[in-house]
């Protein structure tokens, strides 16, 4: 089974190169879930499975149990990875020999590892209708450009620490000077529409090295955008096979995480509490039994976590280390970078331990603050008790990461266990868990 998750993953991996195709690999694998419209009414049934997208780069699907109206389990994640955004006006000539992309960047990448790699462009295209504007996704997936390294001959500095320019050193190579104006109108050809009809686009590159497994006994895996595709696609096999209980059980997948989520389709945004307010309404119930459920939910906050490493171990924290097949990592700020506190964090655990799923405590280095993540920004709309956890990785924010084999079934098991748990708060701070047998 771990090595069909794995496999799993590296497909969903291969068909996901934007936000744009994460949300429509994710949607394809809902057999059976209902498509919601957020500009229609709801009406919802008891024992239903629904799903509603926004952007089309974030997606929420759910749930309802038999009872109906319950309280919420969530396991939040986002679709989003640091890359490069293509420019409206793309080309970019070079004395009339070379055409560039002209790119800008998207999210805090490592800008070295871009480098001297196959590299390709997909994303969204808004194109003239006969009725207005229609969306759809491109993906040229072919070798298409690449961002060349200058010689060591020219730059001497290039291995004591020099400094990348991203408006000089990191413009992709996409055509010789004959090449000029072909970008267009490739799109348009790889989207099967006339070129003179797109009036609009929303364009990334993106590292095209396949996803591999590797290791002396197979224990490792590197592929693009690991940070945060692993995460959702684990709580999405975990909301698919996960036996129904008596809450709703939601996956929330949301876009811009690494650019703050302050979007309408962002974690910062209305999206989740829209949309649990609506599941309350059509369920027949108000608003005083949607503030009634919130302390009763729970949310689970996933997105990966920093390995050790094996070069620079004294960069971890000197206790709260974790490391790549070692089971799924909580993880702890005292400046609320990450929800967890010491009630949610027994709460999982007991879950895990409960699912034979073994979990590590991840806290940064005292001297290096790390980056937020997803749950409390989202909790500044909808207050539920929260944890954030991830699976440990190498090279966050690399266009090529490193993670362990044996931990994408981990996460799976453990958020499978968490949507089949019924945790009640019984009172402010205690709970009661039962588990499925």
Known sequence: MAHEQVQGLLQFLKESPTAFHAVESICS????????????????QTGGRYY???????VIAFTVPQRGFAPFQLIASH??????????????????????????????????????????????????????????LVNLDEDSAVIPN????????????YKYNPAADMMP?????????????????????????????????????PGCVWGGEGEYLSAGRLDDLECAYASLQALLTAADGAHINICCVFDNEEVGSGTKQGADSTFLSDVLRRITLSLGHDEADYMAALPRSFMLSADNAHATHPNHPELSDPVNQVYMNEGVVIKF???????????SEAVFHAICQHADVPVQHFANRSDMPGGSTLGNI????????????????????????????????????????????????????????????
Not at 181 to 205: K, M, P
């Open 29 to 44: 694998r809902l057999t059976g879930f209902e498509p919601l419209q957020e500009n229609a009414r709801w009406r919802l």
């Open 52 to 58: 509603v997208t926004r952007n089309r780069s974030s």
């Open 79 to 136: 679709t989003d990875s640091p890359t490069f955004r293509i420019k409206e006006n793309a080309e970019l000539t070079v004395r009339d020999k070379y055409v560039q992309l002209d790119v800008e960047r998207y999210g805090g990448m490592i800008l070295n590892t871009w480098l001297d790699r196959p590299l390709s462009v997909a994303g969204r295209l808004a194109v003239r209708s006969q009725d207005g504007v229609r969306s759809l």
């Open 150 to 161: 200058v010689a060591i001959h020219m730059n001497r500095e290039i291995n004591t620490g």
């Open 173 to 209: 190579l996409w055509s010789g000077g004959d090449g000029k104006g072909s970008f267009r109108a490739r799109i348009a050809q790889a989207a099967g529409v006339a070129e003179g009809d797109i009036i609009g686009s929303d364009l990334y590159l993106y590292n095209r090295m």
């Open 333 to 343: 700020n005292a400046n609320q970078k990450y929800t967890t506190d010491g009630v």
């Open 378 to 437: 989202s909790g500044g709309h909808v207050s539920v008790n929260t944890l954030d956890i991830g699976l440990a990785q190498l090279a966050m924010h690399s266009s090529y990461e490193t993670a362990g084999t044996k931990d994408v079934d981990y996460m799976i098991r453990a958020m499978r266990a968490f949507y089949e748990t019924e945790i009640d708060c019984l009172r402010d701070g205690d709970y009661q868990l039962t588990f499925r047998a």
